[in-house]
T-cell receptor, first 112, second 112 residues
């Protein structure tokens, strides 16, 4: 069964550093998403991406965040200057024309 | 209450018993989905129910949807120790983008 792959599974970074979280969505999917989950809390929508542009973003997704699909296969989330409160599990998801979300297994980001 | 709230927050039952979790939401929806998350892991899609459906089955899972009450329930029959996990409902209200709004989750513990 096709999978959404996320790397790395765990990333530790110092406050103020830039991080890039990587995702390989399912190849024929068209819609791509990033969600995050702070430990013990609910999963929150960050951003959706379709047709090579952001289609919607949440209040969390401020100027420190950006997304890219640089080569038609990878889908990346960049945090420019990480803060302690960015520590969370980040989930990538993709969806095809027919409804059906597939989530990756997540990247646990720890900012120290 | 927030869009997508589950109750109870935590549920412990004996193996073999049935587990029922509820989800309430506030706005009109297109679909409602249930996900499982083992501790610190990724989100596993369990079942999707469309707004024009009232009940759906998948193996030991039964989901109901009452759009007049804006609520859904997930029933797991004949529970097993491996069902121990957190369960989240997620709704989408936007045609096209279909971002998901997650509930707060129910932590289910199956006692062997």
């Amino acid at each position: 069964e096709p999978e959404v792959t996320q790397t790395p599974s765990h990333q530790v970074t110092q406050m103020g550093q830039e991080v890039i979280l990587r995702c390989v969505p399912i190849s024929n999917h068209l819609y791509f998403y990033w969600y995050r989950q702070i430990l013990g809390q609910k999963v929150e929508f960050l951003v959706s991406f379709y047709n090579n542009e952001i289609s919607e973003k949440s209040e969390i997704f401020d100027d420190q965040f950006s997304v890219e699909r640089p080569d038609g296969s990878n889908f990346t989330l960049k945090i420019r200057s990480t803060k302690l409160e960015d520590s969370a599990m980040y989930f990538c998801a993709s969806r095809g024309r027919r409804y059906g979300y597939t989530f990756g297994s997540g990247t646990r980001l720890t900012v120290v | 209450s927030q869009q997508g709230e589950e109750d109870p927050q935590a549920l412990s039952i004996q193996e073999g018993e049935n587990a029922t979790m509820n989800c309430s939401y506030k706005t009109s929806i297109n679909n409602l989905q249930w996900y499982r998350q083992n501790s610190g892991r990724g989100l596993v899609h369990l079942i999707l129910i469309r707004s024009n459906e009232r009940e759906k089955h998948s193996g030991r899972l039964r989901v109901t949807l009452d759009t007049s009450k804006k609520s859904s329930s997930l029933l797991i029959t004949a529970s097993r120790a491996a069902d121990t996990a957190s369960y989240f409902c997620a709704t989408d209200a936007n045609f096209g983008n279909e971002k998901l709004t997650f509930g707060t989750g129910t932590r289910l513990t199956i006692i062997p």
